[in-house]
């Protein structure tokens, strides 16, 4: 009877549409990085799926990689129905103490960010924009 009860609980609130709500609340904002680590280089790559390369900036800043995205999305007076949202982030990535800050080099393709860089001289608090391509 209780399994029942639960089941009934479960398949009216999946019915009502309101997960979808819910869901939208808890909507991811952190973006996923994966560093590597050559013989001469380090190589960040950042999933921003969804974005154009103008969405995106990126900045050197107190021996970190700043990335920063603001996506609009549409009006909400114009969706009828809203399973995701594009999201404004910004992620702070420390930078290894030998990593050669003049060296670095962005791309955007298929959803992901490259950042690299080359392993040579310490990061003498490094300010300044970074082109992607």
Request: charged fraction near 30%; avoid cysteine; charge should be positive.
């Amino acid at each position: 009877m209780r399994y029942n009860n639960i089941n009934k609980m479960f398949q009216d609130f999946v019915n009502s549409g309101l997960h979808h709500q819910v869901s939208a609340q808890f909507t991811k904002t952190q973006m996923d990085v994966n560093v590597l680590k050559l013989d001469d280089a380090y190589i960040y790559e950042i999933a921003l799926p969804g974005l154009s390369k103008n969405d995106i900036s990126m900045k050197m800043e107190e021996k970190h990689l700043v990335v920063k995205v603001e996506k609009e999305g549409a009006e909400d007076s114009k969706i009828l129905k809203k399973e995701f949202d594009y999201m404004n982030a910004v992620r702070r990535i420390p930078i290894p103490a030998n990593a050669d800050a003049s060296s670095i080099k962005a791309a955007y393709k298929n959803g992901i960010l490259s950042v690299s860089m080359s392993q040579l001289k310490k990061i003498e608090n490094a300010k300044g924009s970074i082109e992607i391509k």
